[in-house]
C-alpha cells in the first residue's frame, strides 16, 4: 500500500475525531490552548493504538483466510465509508431541522405591536429581568462548566470515533502495510486535525462537520475498490 493511500485512510478516519472536536470547540467562550491539546492527544492515540489491536488480532487467523483477504479488505472499507455517509447525511439532514427550528422559534418569540411594528414580547419594561439577577448568574455557572474539561467523557469520545479505526487495523493484516509507518501518520494527523478542529469549532462552528464525515466515507470506499481491483487484476499502480 502507497504512503498516499495510508495518508488518505488516516485523513478518513479522523473525520469523526475532528467533527467532535469541532463541537467541542463550538462550546468553549474562549479558546483554552491546553484543552485543545490534551482533546487533540487523546483522539490521535486512540486512533493510533486501535488499529494495532485490530492487526495483532486479526494475524491469528490470517493463514486462513489468505485467499479472500482482498474481499474482506474491501467489504469492511466498504461498510465503514457507507456508515460514514449515512452518518454524515443524517447528521446535516438534523442541522438543517435543527436550524429551521431555531428560525421558526425566533419569529415566533416576535409580536406585533398596536403600530402594526414588531416588537420582542419581553420588552415589557417592568417586567425586564436586571443583568444581576439569578438567570444571568446560572447562565454564568452553565458555561463554566462547558469550560471544564471532562476526561471520562473525553475517554468516551476517543473510544467512539475510533472504533472504525480497529476495523482499519483487520485489514492491515491482509495488505503489504508497514504497520508503525500506518499508524503513526493515522495518529499523527488525527492529532492535528483535531487540534485545528477545536480552533475552527470556537471560529465558524461546527457546519462543515457532516460534510467531513460524508467525504471520508467517500475515500474509504473508493480506497477498498482500488484494492479489490487491484487484486483481482482488473488495474494496476
Known sequence: MYIWELILIAVSLSADAFA??????????????RHAFVIALFFGLFQAAMPVIG????????????????WIAFGLLTLLGAKMIYDGIKEGVEERKRREAKKLTETASVTPDTDG????????????????????????????????LDIKKLLVMSVATSIDALAIGV??????????LAVSLIGGITFALS???????????????????????????????????EHLGVISF
Open 20 to 33: 467532535v472536536s469541532m463541537c467541542r470547540g463550538l462550546e468553549m467562550r474562549r479558546v483554552n490552548v
Open 195 to 229: 487540534l485545528t478542529g477545536v480552533f475552527l469549532g470556537h471560529c465558524i462552528g461546527a457546519k462543515f462537520k457532516d460534510k467531513a464525515t460524508v467525504f471520508g466515507g467517500v475515500v474509504l470506499v473508493l480506497i477498498g475498490l482500488k484494492i479489490l481491483l
Open 117 to 148: 411594528e414588531t416588537a420582542p414580547e419581553e420588552a415589557s419594561g417592568a417586567n425586564s429581568v436586571p443583568p444581576s439577577s439569578c438567570a444571568c448568574k446560572g447562565d454564568v455557572a452553565a458555561g463554566a462548566a462547558r469550560e471544564k
Open 171 to 180: 485489514t492491515f493484516a491482509f495488505l503489504n502495510v508497514n504497520l508503525w
Open 55 to 70: 492487526y495483532f488480532a486479526a494475524k491469528l487467523v490470517a493463514d486462513y483466510i489468505t485467499a479472500y483477504d482482498h
